[in-house]
């Protein structure tokens, strides 16, 4: 073989190397999802199962619900991996999403000081213990950013009769931020605050805090997730992304979730096909 073919050879081998490096790099999805799925630590169990399971990586975008359904308006997700059900019919209303499926769910749970100075530890009543809080204007932490467990909050408060926004006060923090960084303000201030048991499980920054309402059906924490709608996002990875949502409600998917602990306490139940 002359030199210059062998070159040539040489040359051609390399690209195809480099295109078969970069379609391995291709194979990726970007899932927006709330941040208790990651802060709980249920991300860093389930991916390298699916990665392992089907060779597409996953790069999350962990934000407040609101957030993360805002991102797949624009299109910068694939997938959407939520758990605010009225937020989650709307995006769908919209035409933003292809279908939504349930994956799992777990439950809310009012956190509060062992020294529980609004007197609500033990009850069962969410809805009493916030009208309780609010009385005693004892310090409380919320979310604040539009996440499904604000959501939740907001409608508890609603539920409870109080208009939050008008009796509000110093004693009330809006903090704008994920689980954890609320939850570690609420440790500093020994505040109350409505939490996801998962990432409450996960929180190892406790202080003084305990749970101190659960129980309440209302408190009942439904996940679902959906594909960004192709038709008016051409750039959504519609095979890879489904590729993940199928994986999530197939068995495989329901067990790995079903399986993920801390300390022997399971933190997300999954319950695909049914109507939650």
Excluded: C
């Excluded at 009493?128 to 979310?143: C, G, H, Q, T, Y």
């Excluded at 992304?241 to 495989?252: E, M, T």
């Amino acid at each position: 073989m002359k030199r210059r073919e062998f070159v040539r050879l040489l040359a051609a081998v390399a690209l195809l190397i480099g295109l078969s490096n970069s379609n391995a790099q291709d194979k990726y999805i970007v899932v927006a999802s709330t941040t208790s799925t990651e802060q709980s630590g249920l991300f860093a169990h389930l991916l390298p199962a699916f990665e392992r399971d089907s060779g597409i990586k996953v790069r999350v975008v962990a934000v407040g619900t609101g957030q993360a359904l805002d991102i797949g308006r624009r299109g910068d997700a694939d997938v959407v991996f939520l758990h605010d059900r009225a937020a989650e019919d709307k995006f769908m209303a919209e035409g933003e999403g292809v279908r939504r499926y349930p994956v799992m769910y777990n439950d809310f749970v009012l956190i509060g000081p062992k020294s529980d100075p609004a007197k609500v530890g033990g009850g069962k009543d969410i809805l009493d213990a916030l009208r309780k809080i609010e009385v005693a204007k004892a310090p409380f932490v919320s979310r604040g950013d539009r996440s499904g467990t604000h959501a939740a909050e907001l409608r508890y408060w609603r539920d409870a009769g109080v208009e939050i926004d008008k009796v509000k006060g110093p004693w009330y923090r809006d903090t704008g931020s994920g689980m954890g960084p609320a939850l570690n303000t609420a440790t500093a201030m020994n505040a109350y605050i409505l939490a996801d048991r998962g990432t409450w499980l996960a929180f190892a920054n406790r202080g003084e805090l305990a749970v101190l309402v659960e129980g309440d059906r209302k408190l009942f924490n439904q996940y679902g997730v959906m594909l960004v709608n192709p038709q008016k996002h051409p750039n959504v990875k519609r095979e890879l992304g489904q590729q993940f949502v199928d994986w999530l409600i197939s068995s495989k998917g329901q067990e790995t979730i079903g399986a993920y602990r801390i300390n022997g306490q399971q933190l997300f139940f999954p319950n695909a096909g049914t109507d939650s």
